[in-house]
């Protein structure tokens, strides 16, 4: 198994707090992603980074920011938590290896927003 | 809009019978993502298909790309009870992204 880790694994917050989700890898792979994942809607990106300091939106980045100040920890929070953001939370890490971008995921976290 | 179309998202089958999960992307790439989701898990890479033809094959999945027709499909031969899970096609879309499909549920039936 890739060496991902997220914490917490769950976590129950009331709406207006601040809450903030980390990853952290083992593998010093370059790419790390921020997922959610809802019913019906598969996977989407919140935001990811290709490098230290280096990072861009996905498709759903309202309401997110992300920071990466070391290789190994990518940082997800959610400044002010709403209840649209109850969801399971996947953080993903990758590297050109060859030219596959093969994507390794962690074990979620489980986020309800009260 | 970048699109990946999976169907069926629900698909109940018995056990020793074949079928098809199909996947249509919208992007001109020529690599294409399986992965695997048991309920409550994290997802599993399963296959990673990376030029037009590529066939890959594990035990009783197999999975291809056809670039031209914006087509991947995972064939499932002889269905076992642990096939049972949520399989998950994606597409890259740039040089580091993936977008995903919905997902199709698989519930394989004694």
């Known amino acids: 198994d890739a060496g991902i880790t997220q914490s917490p694994r769950h976590k129950v917050t009331e709406t207006g707090t601040p809450v903030t989700l980390r990853c952290h890898q083992t593998?010093?792979?370059?790419?790390m992603y921020w997922y959610r994942q809802d019913p019906g809607h598969g996977l989407r990106l919140i935001h990811y980074?290709?490098?230290?300091?280096?990072?861009d939106k996905g498709e759903v980045s309202d309401g997110y920011s992300v920071s990466r100040s070391k290789t190994e920890d990518f940082l997800l929070t959610l400044e002010s938590a709403t209840s649209s953001q109850t969801s399971v939370y996947f953080c993903?890490?990758?590297?050109?290896?060859?030219?596959?971008?093969?994507?390794?995921f962690g074990p979620g976290t489980r986020l309800t927003v009260t | 809009e970048l699109k990946v179309e999976q169907n069926p998202l629900f698909l109940s089958m018995q056990e020793g019978k074949n079928y098809t999960i199909y996947c249509n992307y919208s992007?001109?790439?020529?690599?294409l993502y399986w992965y695997r989701q048991d309920p409550g898990k994290s997802l599993e890479s399963l296959f990673v298909?990376?030029?037009?033809?590529a066939v890959k094959q594990e035990g009783r999945l197999m999975a291809s790309l056809d670039t031209k027709a914006r087509l991947s499909t995972l064939h499932i031969t002889a269905a076992v009870h642990d096939l049972s899970a949520t399989y998950f096609c994606?597409?890259?879309?740039?040089?580091?992204?993936?977008?995903f499909g919905k997902g199709t549920k698989l519930t394989v039936n004694p």
């Open positions: 298909l990376l030029s037009n033809g």
């Open positions: 593998e010093n792979h370059r790419y």
């Open positions: 992007t001109t790439s020529d690599r």
């Open positions: 980074s290709y490098g230290v300091k280096d990072t």
């Open positions: 993903a890490i990758s590297e050109q290896n060859p030219t596959a971008y093969e994507q390794y």
């Open positions: 994606a597409d890259l879309s740039t040089a580091e992204k993936l977008v």
